[in-house]
T-cell receptor, first 112, second 116 residues
Framework: QKEVEQDPGPLSVPEGAIVSLNCTYSNSAFQYFMWYRQYSRKGPELLMYTYSSGNKEDGRFTAQVDKSSKYISLFIRDSQPSDSATYLC????????????FGKGTTLSVSS | GAVVSQHPSWVICKSGTSVKIECRSL??????MFWYRQFPKQSLMLMAT?????????EQGVEKDKFLINHASLTLSTLTVTSAHPEDSSFYIC????????????FGPGTRLTVT
């Protein structure tokens, strides 16, 4: 079993839809959870960053972490064509210098 | 926001030559930088972790003599692909961890390497 599992998709939705992206993980030591957005042939861009369990909202984006279920989600409201990209979840333990463990990424396409 | 640059953004080289890729944190100090490789439609695969002033730590299966990493300052790390072969063609991305916010990583724009 991989440490972080993420359905690669692709996921296609119409403009304005609510998008739900998810990752599961196996290592209960993970404390910090991130979502990155990557456009084609570009480096990943940090979207959301959450510590431990709970919700975090930033504009149209909401990140949720459920540590009891080892499950994290990213919700995108009112999706736009510009949201079309690959979304990568990433997580790390509570130790400085520890590398991020990434999911495979989910490719999202929002059609106008 | 934190900015990480990479140079070059795209390079083509002949088989057997060496290529150096630079990664710079522009507005923050990075005690740790990471080098990733990404093949088409695949996720990022960590190659090595680089701490300023010390030797890099390589992931299993990554040849340290082929992928030379130098992290000489708090804002610069370099990856040199030695004796490149076509199978080394990939997208190489660095990230830097802010010294003051150790759990966040900021990624560079990536370098596309094509070995002919």
């Amino acid at each position: 079993q991989k440490e972080v599992e993420q359905d690669p998709g692709p996921l296609s939705v119409p403009e304005g839809a609510i998008v739900s992206l998810n990752c599961t993980y196996s290592n209960s030591a993970f404390q910090y959870f991130m979502w990155y957005r990557q456009y084609s042939r570009k480096g990943p861009e940090l979207l959301m960053y959450t510590y431990s369990s709970g919700n975090k909202e930033d504009g149209r984006f909401t990140a949720q972490v459920d540590k009891s279920s080892k499950y994290i989600s990213l919700f995108i409201r009112d999706s736009q064509p510009s949201d079309s990209a690959t979304y990568l979840c990433a997580m790390t333990r509570n130790q400085a210098g520890t590398a991020l463990i990434f999911g495979k990424g989910t490719t999202l396409s929002v059609s106008s | 926001g934190a900015v990480v640059s990479q140079h070059p953004s795209w390079v083509i080289c002949k088989s057997g030559t060496s290529v150096k890729i630079e990664c710079r944190s522009l507005d923050f100090q990075a005690t740790t930088m990471f080098w990733y490789r990404q093949f088409p439609k695949q996720s990022l695969m960590l190659m090595a972790t680089s701490n300023e002033g010390s030797k890099a730590t390589y992931e299993q299966g990554v040849e340290k003599d082929k992928f030379l990493i130098n992290h000489a300052s708090l804002t610069l790390s370099t990856l040199t692909v030695t004796s490149a072969h076509p199978e080394d063609s990939s997208f190489y991305i660095c990230s830097a961890r802010d010294r003051l916010a150790t759990h966040e990583q900021y990624f560079g724009p990536g370098t596309r390497l094509t070995v002919t």
